[in-house]
C-alpha cells in the first residue's frame, strides 16, 4: 500500500470548516483513500474513503485531487468532539486475500472554543 | 445495532505470564483483525480471521497467535509476556474480508506488563 503523509498538528476554531490535507504522492490506480479518526483512548472510527470522485457522507467530505496525489477531509462545521487523530490510509483494491490496514502517524487536530 | 465488544477493557500482567483477549464482532460480521497500538511505534496489524481461518499476518513473533470461531467471535494469546507487549490491542471487525469494506474498530483492551 502506498505511503501517506499528514502535518502532524492542525488546529480549528470551532464552527469552522476544518481542511485536513494528506499527500499521497505515490498512489495506484487501484488504491482507495480512506480517512479515519481515534478519539483518546478509544478505537479508530470509520470516517470516509474514495477513489477518484469526491465524496460526501454526514460526517464529511473527501476532495481527491485529479491526479489522485493528493486529498483533503474537510469537516463542515467542527465541534470540539472533532478533537481527535485523524489518518489517511491509501488501500489496495481487495483482491480476494485480506488486506490490512496500516496506519502512519496521523493529524492531531485541536478544536478550540 | 450493536458494535465491536472486547474484553475485559483492561489488564494487568507479570512478565512471563500469558493473556487471552477476547472480541465480539458486529452481528453479521464475519472478518476479525487485530492490532496493537503503541505511542512509540503506532498502529500495527497483528492478523486477520475469515471463517476460523487466518488471512493475513504482520510481522509479530510466533507468540502473539489468535483463533476465530464459528460464530466469528475472536480471541488472542499473548505467550510468555514482555515489557514490551504493554499496548492497547484494538480488534476491528467488518463484513466481508477486510479489503474495501470498513473496519469497525472496539474500544480496545488496554494491557499493562509489570
Known amino acids: 500500500d502506498a505511503k501517506t503523509t499528514q502535518p502532524p498538528s492542525m488546529d480549528c476554531a470551532e464552527g469552522r470548516a476544518a481542511n485536513l490535507p494528506c499527500n499521497h504522492s505515490?498512489?495506484?490506480?487501484?488504491?482507495?483513500v480512506y480517512w479515519y479518526r481515534q478519539i483518546h483512548s478509544q478505537g479508530p472510527q470509520y470516517i470516509i474513503h474514495?477513489?477518484?470522485n469526491n465524496e460526501t457522507n454526514e460526517m464529511a467530505s473527501l476532495i481527491i485531487t485529479e491526479d489522485r496525489k493528493s486529498s483533503t477531509l474537510i469537516l463542515p462545521h467542527a465541534t470540539l468532539r472533532d478533537t481527535a487523530v485523524y489518518y489517511c490510509?491509501?488501500?489496495?483494491?481487495?483482491?480476494?486475500?485480506?488486506?490490512?490496514?496500516?496506519f502512519g502517524t496521523g493529524t492531531r487536530l485541536q478544536v478550540t472554543l | 445495532k450493536a458494535g465491536v465488544t472486547q474484553t475485559p477493557r483492561y489488564l494487568i500482567k507479570t512478565r512471563g505470564q500469558q493473556v487471552t483477549l477476547s472480541c465480539s464482532p458486529i452481528?453479521?460480521?464475519?472478518?476479525v483483525s487485530w492490532y496493537q497500538q503503541t505511542p512509540g511505534q503506532g498502529l500495527q496489524f497483528l492478523f486477520e480471521?475469515?471463517?476460523?481461518?487466518?488471512?493475513n499476518k504482520g510481522n509479530f513473533p510466533g507468540r502473539f497467535s489468535g483463533r476465530q470461531f464459528s460464530n466469528s467471535r475472536s480471541e488472542m494469546n499473548v505467550s510468555t509476556l514482555e515489557l514490551g507487549d504493554s499496548a492497547l490491542y484494538l480488534c476491528?471487525?467488518?463484513?466481508?474480508?477486510?479489503?474495501?469494506?470498513?473496519?469497525?474498530f472496539g474500544p480496545g483492551t488496554r494491557l499493562t506488563v509489570l
Open positions: 476491528a471487525s467488518s463484513l466481508l474480508l477486510a479489503g474495501l469494506n470498513e473496519q469497525f
Open positions: 505515490t498512489i495506484s490506480g487501484n488504491e482507495y
Open positions: 452481528s453479521g460480521h464475519r472478518s
Open positions: 474514495g477513489l477518484k
Open positions: 480471521y475469515f471463517s476460523e481461518t487466518q488471512r
Open positions: 490510509i491509501v488501500r489496495a483494491e481487495n483482491t480476494g486475500t485480506a488486506s490490512k490496514l496500516t
